[in-house]
């Protein structure tokens, strides 16, 4: 009898491990066990990102044991300011932010860990349709651009030389208008031309008022545009965290590679309640068919260099950085095995 009691004793601890265990596995899919709080502060909310907002929409970040709280910064610069003061953990930027920060003077660097474009995200919009629009036609037109020395502005400084065009004197660009205005201002009748990222480039469409005639992403080439980064120290902290934050992205790019444009409309509709999902399948269609987001994470060493080559040709670097100083690939890599 003692024997039999011993016996069931240790059946019964051996089924409390297991099920303890399978508990413990499961512990950080569980809506009811806290989760990392992790500050996201992006430079703007913008479809462009879908794959961020499609891992956001699927629980991605949840089952990779995180809480995202998403801001969004309004500009490179203040998304900077929120990483560096400590108010966000990881800036979702263009990644000359990091490299103008370097150069700066700082002990603890905001490295970049996962690029999420790989082209530009903005269009040329011309005041009447164009069939055959060629670069050449922007010459002695005036131009609605973007701030100087801000990604958009340089990516298409860098196309207009590609075609042998001078942006200072062989067109007009005005850089006066606020980067979120110049959509009304070109309804309003202002320049020939305007720069716009989505939705203001479907919306100017939509209302008669502009007709999409280039992509700045094909005419560009593949260029980081933007990347997730933080501070040098906290990554160093945190690692797990960093891992797990990319595991979820990297999930993201898997969804919008593998679905169709109507599908991750659908999903990510939510972060876009003031757009209908017509709009946003149209949108997303568009940057899916210019090859916007890459199959995985890794930010390249040529890309880096790429993205040096545009600031010096816009006269915004003074000298070159090390790419292993700023980018690390460690996260972006595990998390496609």
Not at 312 to 325: G, I, Q, S, T
Request: glycine content about 8%; proline content about 4%.
């Amino acid at each position: 009898m003692k024997q039999k009691c011993i016996s069931f004793l240790l059946l019964f601890t051996l089924l409390l491990t297991a099920v303890t265990g399978c508990g413990s596995t499961a512990a950080k899919d569980s809506p009811d066990v806290p989760k990392e709080k992790v500050v996201l502060n992006e430079v703007a909310h913008s479809i462009f990102y879908a794959p961020m907002y499609v891992a956001i929409e699927e629980g991605y970040f949840q089952e990779e044991g995180l809480e995202v709280e998403l801001v969004t910064g309004f500009g490179a610069d203040k998304t900077m300011t929120a990483v560096l003061s400590g108010e966000a953990d990881i800036g979702f930027m263009g990644s000359e932010a990091s490299i103008y920060t370097y150069l700066g003077g700082t002990d603890d660097p905001v490295v970049n860990f996962a690029q999420l474009t790989q082209r530009a995200g903005n269009f040329l919009v011309s005041r009447e349709p164009i069939d055959n629009f060629s670069w050449d036609m922007l010459k002695g037109a005036q131009v609605l651009g973007g701030r100087a020395g801000g990604m958009p502005e340089m990516v298409f400084e860098y196309i207009l030389k590609k075609h042998n065009i001078d942006p200072k004197t062989d067109t007009t660009i005005d850089q006066s208008i606020d980067f979120g205005s110049t959509a009304a201002a070109f309804s309003g009748g202002q320049g020939d031309f305007t720069v716009e990222f989505e939705p203001h480039a479907t919306s100017l469409e939509a209302k008669g008022d502009g007709y999409v005639v280039a992509s700045l992403g094909t005419d560009s080439g593949y260029v980081p545009y933007t990347a997730f980064s933080a501070k040098k120290s906290y990554i160093s902290e945190n690692p797990e965290t960093i891992q797990a934050f990319t595991n979820a992205l990297q999930k993201g790019m898997d969804y919008v590679n593998s679905h169709s444009p109507e599908e991750i409309a659908k999903i990510i509709q939510p972060q876009f309640a003031e757009t209908d999902l017509e709009t946003i399948t149209t949108i997303v269609t568009r940057y899916a068919e210019q090859d916007t987001w890459a199959e995985n994470l890794v930010f390249q060493k040529d890309s880096f260099e790429l993205l040096q080559n545009i600031l010096e040709e816009a006269d915004e670097l003074e000298k070159r950085v090390p790419y292993e100083d700023l980018v690390t690939t460690e996260f972006a890599e595990k998390a496609t095995k």
